[in-house]
């Protein structure tokens, strides 16, 4: 099973690991829609959703540019509008945007907490629903349609909370909203996993985390890479799982992750968050 043709909805793929998943998918010939928000480059943070049109194309796929902001349902339900018109429907949906502050209660201020809880609670469930009546004709059509957030394992241990309590109850939001969705869509046939890196991942966003040394990081691609493995699963049979990049990878016989390395020969990477 491979994603020709398949159309995916993918939030934030204007750069990072929502552009990496994007570009693995349309090596296959795939359809992507870039939902983000991101029009004019900024020097601070590169990719637009232009840029990343330009990169998917190059990789063998279609792309559809839609400035989004997920926090708004009527930006989200154009964008789907605009996805079905370009590509006759969504068989996939990856809620990959997110925001993140790694702050404690005082230096949290509610405008933070709510762009975390806007995009990363909030967006994940709106294009849920979005796409849901066009997921739903997509399994009809037995085209195995996915939902993929990239949201951690819930671990309800007090070491994960204590000192980014609103970062983790917004990352959580996401990884409810998979425990939750699969089980109310598996009657759909639609398949709603998690996915999570066990070490840190190399992105412009963790770059602007003062005192993160990228080269003790893993590149995007290995969450692309187990992404895609999940995405071309049985959507009837994978579904509500918590999976970590490296363990999926392993499950498949892919145990070299030499290549995924920022610095090779690293050995001592920065340990992701929420893994126990």
Not at 190 to 216: E, Y
Request: proline share 6%; with cysteine; net charge neutral.
């Amino acid at each position: 099973m491979n994603l020709k043709g398949k159309t995916l909805f993918i939030t934030g793929a204007s750069r990072g690991i929502g552009l990496a998943i994007a570009k693995r998918a349309a090596r296959d010939g795939a359809n992507i829609v870039i939902a983000a928000k991101t029009a004019e480059a900024n020097p601070k943070l590169p990719g637009t959703i232009y840029s990343a049109a330009a990169e998917i194309e190059a990789a063998g796929g279609k792309a559809l540019p839609v400035q989004t902001d997920i926090r708004e349902e009527a930006s989200v339900l154009a964008a789907v509008e605009q996805a079905v018109a370009a590509f006759g429907g969504i068989d996939i949906l990856v809620n990959n945007a997110s925001a993140i502050s790694l702050t404690p209660t005082p230096d949290t201020p509610m405008k933070r907490f709510d762009l975390m809880f806007g995009v990363n609670v909030r967006g994940t469930y709106l294009c849920t629903q979005a796409c849901l009546p066009h997921l739903i004709k997509a399994a009809k059509a037995g085209r195995n349609p996915h939902v993929l957030n990239m949201s951690p394992p819930l671990s309800m241990k007090e070491h994960w909370f204590k000192n980014h309590v609103a970062y983790t109850m917004a990352k959580y939001g996401m990884s409810e909203c998979t425990l939750g969705h699969a089980g109310e869509f598996r009657p759909h046939g639609i398949a709603v996993n998690s996915l999570w890196p066990r070490t840190a991942i190399a992105t412009a966003a963790l770059q602007m985390i003062p005192g993160v040394n990228i080269d003790k990081c893993r590149k995007p691609e290995i969450l692309s890479d187990a992404a895609y493995l999940i995405l071309t699963s049985d959507a009837k049979t994978t579904t509500g799982n918590f999976f970590i990049d490296d363990t999926l990878l392993a499950q498949h016989g892919i145990t070299d992750l030499e290549p995924y390395s920022v610095m090779p020969g690293t050995k001592d990477f920065i340990p992701d968050f929420f893994v126990d």
